[in-house]
């Protein structure tokens, strides 16, 4: 089947600092990727889509310029959080899509920003 | 706009049946997907109705009727490790974002 490999899982930084969330198909290429952030006991917050070797188009009120998204392969997409503040803080996950494997996701990164 | 409504919090014991609705409103409606997330987690996939009528996978079926913009998912023989999220979510369109229900927090009770 079709896995998402998402790292770190886990991450502290301090603020002003910025972190990099990778997002890997395992065994399929994904067409597009789409990055969410979740708050607790709140739903997925879609941030932005990205297709491979084309720029992310940004949900309205996510500023680009500190969620930096690269789709540099079918396989990989990055999401770096920049100038990271304690409200980033916040559960980042993945998800690629691919015409067979329809939507598979990554298991997710907990940043916390001190 | 664009808003899929579902319960804020089922509450069951085990080996009950549940079922958590969902009400949509979209443009463009390709289909209804429900997922289940533990806290900590990340969503897992557990069906798809992209026609009326029932899906059932093992314990857990779904249902579409898109004549009333409406679906459910039905948990049968509950178990506390089905103490969960449940979000219904939508592709409605050709750029296949999902738009997201605010999910469903179920709890089992022994």
């Known amino acids: 089947g079709a896995v998402v490999s998402q790292h770190p899982s886990w991450v502290i930084c301090k603020s002003g600092t910025s972190v990099k969330i990778e997002c890997r198909s395992l065994?399929?290429?994904?067409?597009?990727m789409f990055w969410y952030r979740q708050f607790p006991k709140q739903s997925l917050m879609l941030m932005a889509t990205s297709n491979e070797g084309s720029k992310a188009t940004y949900e309205q009120g996510v500023e680009k310029d500190k969620f930096l998204i690269n789709h540099a392969s079918l396989t990989l997409s990055t999401l770096t959080v920049t100038s990271a503040h304690p409200e980033d803080s916040s559960f980042y996950i993945c998800?690629?899509?691919?015409?067979?494997?329809?939507?598979?996701f990554g298991s997710g990164t907990r940043l916390t920003v001190v | 706009g664009q808003s899929l409504e579902q319960p804020s919090e089922v509450t069951a014991v085990e080996g009950a049946i549940v079922q958590i609705n969902c009400t949509y409103q979209?443009?463009?409606?390709?289909?209804l997907s429900w997922y289940q997330q533990h806290d900590g987690g990340a969503p897992t996939f557990l069906s798809y109705n992209a026609l009326d009528g029932l899906e059932e996978t093992g314990r857990f079926s779904s249902f579409l009727s898109r004549s009333d913009s409406y679906g459910y998912l039905l948990l049968q023989e509950l178990q506390m490790k089905d103490s969960a999220s449940y979000f219904c979510a939508s592709n409605a369109g050709n750029n296949r974002k999902l738009i997201w229900g605010l999910g469903t927090s179920l709890a089992v009770n022994p």
């Open positions: 998800s690629a899509s691919s015409e067979n494997y329809g939507y598979t």
């Open positions: 979209t443009s463009g409606f390709y289909g």
């Open positions: 065994d399929f290429q994904a067409t597009t």
